[in-house]
């Protein structure tokens, strides 16, 4: 199926008889499904969810995004669901990243605390975090199941998560010259990793001697998006740089490779 043809039919989903007024009543909804729909095409979803599925996550969706722009407080209530889904998403974004040499598509690994070590360990983090087996729906039969589940689970996650982003720009949650989605995205997974060596008894990913430090930091990034400051990375920044560790770019990763 073209593109273009899914696109009209994901839209189709989105905007029933039910919704049809609210959206032509709020450019900022119509807006915010138009690209929602666009983004879902940009993923492999279509060939990896049912029609069914499609359309329960479509409705799904549609209401959320009609919370966002109904709201009296738009931002708030985009930046709450953001959150919420960043912290759906960064669980299976560090599972998904490859280790070296193969590449990266989503130019994570070259940041501090993201390793790609945790992919290979996909079944010993089944077997030993019962949050990672729900949220994939239980045991997966065999392995390949499980990077299946993984692989699903995790484009869902994106397309929500991508569209509420679209949200938030359109809604001027933004600093055009220090954004914050792409810093908060790094440090959820950077907390999320860490959470997952220390159940694999894995080395942290940071040197032994600022490793707490900087995970703690790290995990602070999602009480400043939380707490509605208007430009959470200088918040977050200046926060981190009173803590006297190391700049970002200094630290330097720890592989058990």
């Known amino acids: 199926m073209g593109a273009q043809s899914l696109l009209g039919?994901?839209?189709?989903?989105?905007?029933?008889?039910?919704?049809?007024?609210?959206?032509?009543?709020?450019?900022?909804?119509?807006?915010?499904?138009?690209?929602?729909?666009?983004?879902?095409?940009?993923?492999?979803?279509?060939?990896?969810?049912?029609?069914?599925?499609?359309?329960?996550?479509?409705?799904?969706?549609?209401?959320?995004?009609?919370?966002?722009?109904?709201?009296?407080?738009?931002?708030?209530?985009?930046?709450?669901?953001?959150?919420?889904?960043?912290?759906?998403?960064?669980?299976?974004?560090?599972?998904?990243?490859?280790?070296?040499?193969?590449?990266?598509?989503?130019?994570?690994?070259?940041?501090?605390?993201?390793?790609?070590?945790?992919?290979?360990?996909?079944?010993?983090?089944?077997?030993?975090?019962?949050?990672?087996?729900s949220g994939l729906g239980g045991q997966p039969a065999d392995a390949d199941a499980a990077w299946s589940a993984v692989q699903r689970s995790y484009w869902e996650a994106y397309w929500f998560l991508e569209a509420f982003n679209a949200t938030r720009i359109a809604l001027g949650d933004t600093k055009s010259e220090s954004d914050w989605y792409r810093p908060f995205m790094h440090a959820a997974c950077v907390n999320q990793e860490h959470l997952y060596r220390r159940e694999l008894n894995l080395p942290p990913a940071f040197e032994e001697d600022v490793a707490q430090v900087v995970v703690t930091a790290f995990s602070i990034y999602t009480d400043v998006v939380i707490s509605g400051t208007d430009d959470p990375d200088s918040e977050w920044n200046d926060y981190y740089a009173g803590l006297g560790v190391p700049p970002l770019e200094r630290l330097q990763p720890v592989s058990t490779n």
């Open 9 to 133: 039919k994901l839209r189709d989903l989105f905007i029933r008889r039910t919704a049809v007024r609210d959206v032509r009543e709020n450019p900022m909804l119509k807006e915010a499904v138009a690209r929602a729909a666009e983004i879902f095409a940009e993923t492999p979803l279509a060939d990896l969810i049912d029609e069914r599925r499609r359309k329960e996550l479509a409705r799904v969706l549609y209401l959320e995004l009609s919370e966002i722009c109904n709201a009296s407080q738009p931002k708030a209530v985009c930046r709450d669901k953001l959150v919420r889904w960043m912290l759906r998403f960064a669980p299976l974004q560090v599972v998904m990243i490859p280790p070296p040499p193969e590449e990266d598509a989503s130019g994570l690994r070259e940041l501090p605390g993201i390793t790609g070590e945790l992919r290979p360990r996909l079944n010993d983090l089944l077997e030993h975090d019962a949050d990672f087996r």
